[in-house]
């Protein structure tokens, strides 16, 4: 109650990643939890949960895969924070293949695509309007990933 304005939206995004701890990494779980939020917050949650997905590992392709169609209209939201996390591992140097994993199952493009991308994303960001440049950056981000509608196949280590 205490939040206004974007900041709700980044806490949901901190939300999303904490389910994948919460929830214990169960994809059938974690749909069920976002479900039971309001629709206008669950492309938030479904972006964090992308980013702790990938970041964090811990399930095995199938539950992945799961995860993936659980998303449904929210697809192109999981993508985006999975794309995140594996800019996050480039640029700290410590790549994991749990993140190479989720970047082809999700993404459908390997760990480094998918920072690249968000780095080409991230290009000529407005400072200056009423959307803050971080959600542009996302909203990019997601945009390709909508396009995109079926990740192409990609090797799973």
Do not use: K
Not at 18 to 26: K, N
Not at 57 to 80: N, S, Y
Not at 119 to 136: H, I, K, N
């Amino acid at each position: 109650r205490r939040l206004a304005g974007y900041a709700r939206r980044v806490f949901d995004q901190g939300l999303g990643r904490s389910l994948w701890f919460v929830e214990g990494a169960d994809v059938t779980q974690i749909p069920a939890t976002i479900a039971a939020f309001s629709q206008a917050r669950r492309a938030d949650l479904w972006s964090g949960v992308g980013l702790a997905c990938a970041y964090a590992g811990g399930v095995e392709p199938a539950a992945l895969e799961a995860l993936r169609e659980a998303a449904g209209a929210f697809r192109a939201h999981l993508a985006q924070g999975v794309a995140f996390a594996a800019q996050a591992r480039r640029h700290a140097g410590n790549p994991a293949s749990h993140t190479e994993r989720a970047s082809a199952i999700v993404c459908g493009l390997c760990a480094d695509e998918a920072a690249a991308l968000t780095d080409r994303a991230m290009q000529a960001l407005p400072f200056d309007g009423a959307v803050p440049a971080y959600e542009v950056w996302r909203r990019r981000i997601q945009a390709h990933f909508a396009q995109a509608r079926t990740p192409r196949p990609v090797f799973v280590p």
